[in-house]
């Protein structure tokens, strides 16, 4: 495909894609599968691939994040970010709206209410059309530039390409007053300047999703769905945040220039018509009596959302009625925030055991009085580690207050010190492990809160069932049939210890087991044989490394090729993976440091399970053959990972440091020590224009 062929297919799948996100993110209505949506985005990479000069940075294909930031810059808002007065009383609702309606000498003021996303505050500014930055509230004044982390969120437009508005129409020269287009317009020409603000959450469903993954990987679970999204929106490596399922609810426009708004659910029109996920649902409210009846309609309509709210926003509509009511020093006099009373329930906390995981990770669950709140029973709840107990100082015994977070996850909030037996004595975390005894270390993970208790025996028979039941996971090997009750009998019966052991089972072993006929014990050892030609990939995850997930499996399995190449990989080369950090590479070369794993893949090898990657990339060409390459700072439109692919398929090498053998050393801004290197040995340096020279001929 020629240049300008290739242009024009680019653009059409771009604009294609973002349709697609826009449906399914905002719109929740999608118009095509996964797997074809998943075509158009391959088709997509491979042709910004081959012509990475038509490469932009509102692709739909740069929401997987870039390189790690050192730290984040600072942005100065220019309009603040100031905090809402909040209530959960009636009265001083009411007190609200009257000395509103006071400054406004009578005059009639319409409210509007909106739901309260329990969320992240996040502003977004575009300038001609094109996100120029995204920070976070900080002190109101200035936040953190987290843009590369939200360009990850597939339903916040890169560029703005059209808006509407009813009832308008566009400014005369000189005139004063509100003045608007007329019906669309194009925002890249005539919206010089927009800024929004809105709310950064994850569903509650996508959060248990999340934990559960954590749980898997051995990484240790958020507390709420709040929380995980602030930690998310604060990670350095935008890459890791784009496979965090995050999502954004935008709720108000902070400051235009082109448009001339007079109301805010004129601007919440404007900008819902502009592409942005706005809620489906608001109330106006012309006195009082309206708004209190507003409020009990919300409070049940919030119960129906798939993310947590906390209450709802009252506004005054009218802009102009805004700037009139003004501000105080801290919040406007517009607008407050009415919060909900959380369901509570008061319960007695009987026991608190330890659940030991498959990475042999500590977890206090806080064994309850069984209690009826929000709707069911509950009877556990997650103390998540020694420092949440200690902080909450909760001992068995104590009289607890239980939340479900969201309707959903129950929490212990806190105790009533007022009515601890007096013989309670604050919990101590085993020194030994609950299952097997042996030996407890204390785990400090960097990015994590607080630090984590760990089993440090291999063979404790908690973590071999995890491991077996995380092999066998439908996103790993995909063994069917291979459930929690089942292993927990392998296990105790000593049929299995190690995942290998699992090929070695056999029909008459499998059938003596209990609710175990001879007929599902052959569907059993069907399923476990059949396993043995699964991708590489699926492999690599189901050995359960710490904090290697199925994404970074499948870029390990696609960069190696085969499990011999993996295991050998120093920390170095693994690095030069567009998935892996450091955390991740220093882990995985701890589990091939030991023997029993090693021996481990060797029986699984022995076994007959594929250890080669089917999805390995060939080269398409040898020009490049028996060169090697060291890239090192930013280049103009490639990223390293782009740069890399691109020698590899002309038949090239691409290395992590420099040697009197680099054949190149491919140099972009800010390029380090291995610039330095470059010339200490004489290493011909290349530009990314020399590169493309080089690869023209491929």
Known sequence: MDKAAAQKRIHELSAEIERHNHAYYVEGAPTISDREFDRLLAELTQLETEHPDLLSPFSPTQRVGGRPLEEFKQV????????????????????????????????????????????VAVTLRYERGELVHGATRGDGRTGDDITQNLKTIRSIPLKLESGSLKNARKKKKGETGPGLFEGNFDAPTQLATLEVRGEVYMTRENFEKLNKERERKGEATFVNPRNSSAGTLKLLDSREVARRPLEILIYSVAEIRG?????????LALIASLGFPTHKRTWT??????????????????????????????????????????????????????????????????????????????TPVAILEPVFVSGSTVSRATLHNESEIARKDVRIGDTVIIEKSGEIIPAVLGIIATRRP???????????????????????????????????????????????????????????????????????QKLVQNIADLYDLTIEQVSGLERMAEKSATNLIEGIQGSKTRELWRLIFGLGIRHVGAASARSLASHFGDMAKFEKASIEQLLEIHDVGEVVAESIRDFFQKKD?????????????????????????????????????????????????????????????????????????????????????GVSILDEAGLKKMLQKA
Request: contains cysteine.
């Open 285 to 362: 409210c012309k006195n009082f009596t309206e708004i209190e009846k507003a409020l009990a309609d919300l409070d049940r309509y919030r119960k129906t959302l798939p993310y947590d709210t906390d209450g709802g926003v009252l506004k005054a509509d009218l802009l102009l009625q805004q700037r009139e009511l003004g501000q105080t020093s801290k919040a406007p006099r517009w607008a407050i925030a009415y919060k909900f009373e959380s369901e509570k329930a008061e319960t007695k906390l009987l026991d608190i055991q330890i659940q030991v995981g498959r990475t042999g990770a500590l």
């Open 597 to 681: 794993n090693l021996d481990t893949i060797h029986r699984l090898k022995k076994a007959g399970l594929n250890m080669v990657s089917s999805s390995v990339e060939r080269p398409s060409s040898s020009v490049l053959t028996g060169k090697s390459f060291v890239l090192t700072g930013t280049l103009p439109t490639l990223t390293r990972d782009q740069a890399g692919d691109l020698i590899r398929q002309a038949g090239g090498e691409v290395k992590s440091s420099v040697s009197k053998k680099t054949s190149y050393v491919v140099a972009g801004e800010e390029a380090g020590s291995k610039l330095d290197d470059a010339k200490k040995f």
């Open 76 to 119: 100065a808002h220019r309009v603040p970010m100031m905090s809402l007065d909040n209530t959960y009383s009636h009265e001083e609702l009411r007190d609200f709206v009257a000395r509103a309606e006071k400054i406004m000498e009578g005059r009639p003021i319409t409210w509007l209410l909106e739901p309260k996303v329990d969320g």
């Open 422 to 492: 007096k013989n309670a004595k604050p919990y101590m975390m085993p020194r030994k492990c609950p299952v097997c005894g042996g030996e407890v270390t204390r785990d400090i993970v960097a990015g994590e809160e607080g630090s984590h208790l760990r089993c440090e025996n291999l063979s404790c028979p908690a973590q071999i069932k995890g491991r077996i039941q995380h092999f066998a996971h439908r996103g790993a090997m995909d063994i069917e049939g291979l459930g929690e009750a089942l292993v927990e009998q392998l296990v105790n």
């Open 259 to 267: 448009v001339e708004l007079k109301s805010h659910h004129e601007a």
